[in-house]
C-alpha cells in the first residue's frame, strides 16, 4: 500500500460515506490482519479517531503496537503516546519513551 492510498483512505474516513467508507474499512482492514505495517497504523489511527468505526482506544493501542513492532515510525510515536497517558493500554512512561524514541531512527 502506498502512502497514497493510505491518505486517500484515511480521508475517505474522515469524512465518512465518501466513496463506499465501509467497503474501503474492511479493505484497510484487510490489509492490515495481512500484516501491512502502514495498513496497521492507518487502522489504529481509524479507531483512536472513530474514522469509520465507533472510537476504540484499545484496538488503536493494539493495531499501534502492532505497526511500530513491524517498524512503522508513525505507530512507534503513535504508541509512545497511547503508552504515556494511558489510552487503550496500560500507562508506562519507560516504554513510551522507547517507542517515542525509535520513531526517530527510522
Same mark, same amino acid.
Given at each position: 500500500?502506498?502512502?497514497?492510498?493510505?491518505?486517500?483512505?484515511?480521508?475517505?474516513?474522515?469524512?465518512?460515506?465518501?466513496?463506499?467508507?465501509?467497503?474501503?474499512?474492511?479493505?484497510? %482492514? /484487510?490489509? *492490515? +490482519?495481512? $500484516?501491512? &505495517?502502514? #495498513? !496497521?497504523?492507518? @487502522? =489504529?489511527?481509524?479507531?483512536?479517531?472513530?474514522?469509520?468505526?465507533?472510537?476504540?482506544?484499545?484496538?488503536?493501542?493494539?493495531?499501534? %503496537? /502492532?505497526? *511500530? +513492532?513491524? $517498524?512503522? &515510525?508513525? #505507530? !512507534?510515536?503513535? @504508541? =509512545?503516546?497511547?503508552?504515556?497517558?494511558?489510552?487503550?493500554?496500560?500507562?508506562?512512561?519507560?516504554?513510551?519513551?522507547?517507542?517515542?524514541?525509535?520513531?526517530?531512527?527510522?
Amino acid at each position: 500500500m502506498t502512502m497514497r492510498q493510505v491518505a486517500c483512505i484515511s480521508v475517505m474516513l474522515m469524512v465518512g460515506g465518501v466513496c463506499r467508507a465501509a467497503d474501503d474499512f474492511a479493505s484497510l %482492514q /484487510k490489509q *492490515a +490482519e495481512g $500484516g501491512d &505495517p502502514v #495498513a !496497521m497504523a492507518a @487502522l =489504529g489511527d481509524a479507531y483512536e479517531r472513530g474514522s469509520g468505526v465507533p472510537i476504540d482506544l484499545r484496538q488503536a493501542a493494539a493495531w499501534y %503496537q /502492532k505497526a *511500530a +513492532e513491524a $517498524g512503522n &515510525p508513525m #505507530a !512507534m510515536k503513535n @504508541l =509512545g503516546n497511547c503508552l504515556r497517558d494511558g489510552r487503550g493500554i496500560k500507562r508506562d512512561p519507560v516504554a513510551a519513551v522507547g517507542w517515542s524514541g525509535q520513531s526517530h531512527l527510522h
